[in-house]
Nanobody
Framework: QVQPVESGGGLVQAGGSLRLSCAASTSIYSTYVIGWYRQAPGKQRELVAAITSGGSTNYAGSVRGRFTISRDNAKNTFYLQMNSLKPEDTAVYYC?????????WGQGTQITVSS
């Protein structure tokens, strides 16, 4: 199964933390990129954080210093640790696996941050 599977969404108060998980079968690929994206109502989907097969990471400016992307190679699982959450972080969060010429999206998980 190529499609990633996210878990860990929910409701949290502002200032709180959540960790999202993404199960993705990346061990069969020599190179890949895992990205966490989000889409808020009425807005375009945006990249939040990404990690490459080589371990390089990058973050959107709005989350840098608050969010951390990481991976557990043994479990083929990727994480997005989100700290100091803000109401503007409310969105559906998606995990996406990019390999070769294709990008495969998870089903998304809702994060709601209350003020």
């Amino acid at each position: 199964q190529v499609q990633p599977v996210e878990s860990g969404g929910g409701l949290v108060q502002a200032g709180g933390s959540l960790r999202l998980s993404c199960a993705a079968s990346t061990s069969i690929y020599s190179t890949y990129v895992i990205g966490w994206y989000r889409q808020a109502p009425g807005k375009q989907r945006e990249l939040v954080a990404a990690i490459t097969s080589g371990g390089s990471t990058n973050y959107a400016g709005s989350v840098r210093g608050r969010f951390t992307i990481s991976r557990d190679n043994a479990k083929n699982t990727f994480y997005l640790q989100m700290n100091s959450l803000k109401p503007e972080d409310t969105a559906v969060y998606y995990c996406a696996l990019t390999v070769g010429g294709g990008t495969y999206w998870g089903q998304g998980t809702q994060i709601t941050v209350s003020s």
